[in-house]
């Protein structure tokens, strides 16, 4: 079984900087695409970036420029740095992996952007 456990969320100021981390349980890690999304309340969750197992990295438009998708998998962890936040950007963000047709997900961290 999966596990994966987000963390790097907080309060920063419109134009700042966070970077987020999921770090993944499993030998397998370099194996499988990774994700991140993102969740407002009462919304639905959406798809904010992507990096393959092959390194190959995949933006939503309303982020391109702006945050970076990364992967070390020595570390067994995917990142996701953020720059320029805005406060459209607060949210509960969350990271996944897809392990043979079944999505594991991470508790979550809270990024809230305000000044």
């Known amino acids: 079984q999966v596990q994966l456990v987000e963390s790097g969320g907080g309060l920063v100021q419109p134009g700042g900087s966070l970077r987020l981390s999921c770090a993944a349980s499993?030998?397998?890690?370099?194996?499988?695409?990774m994700d991140w999304y993102r969740q407002a309340p009462g919304k639905q969750r959406e798809l904010v970036a992507t990096?393959?197992?092959?390194?190959?990295?995949n933006y939503a438009d309303f982020v391109k420029g702006r945050f970076t998708i990364s992967r070390d998998n020595t570390k067994n962890t995917v990142y996701l740095q953020m720059n320029s936040l805005e406060p459209e950007d607060t949210d509960t963000y969350y990271c996944?992996?897809?392990?043979?047709?079944?999505?594991?997900w991470g508790q979550g961290t809270q990024v809230t952007v305000s000044s």
């Open positions: 996944k992996q897809t392990v043979r047709g079944i999505g594991y």
């Open positions: 499993g030998s397998a890690f370099r194996l499988y695409a």
């Open positions: 990096v393959s197992s092959t390194f190959r990295t």
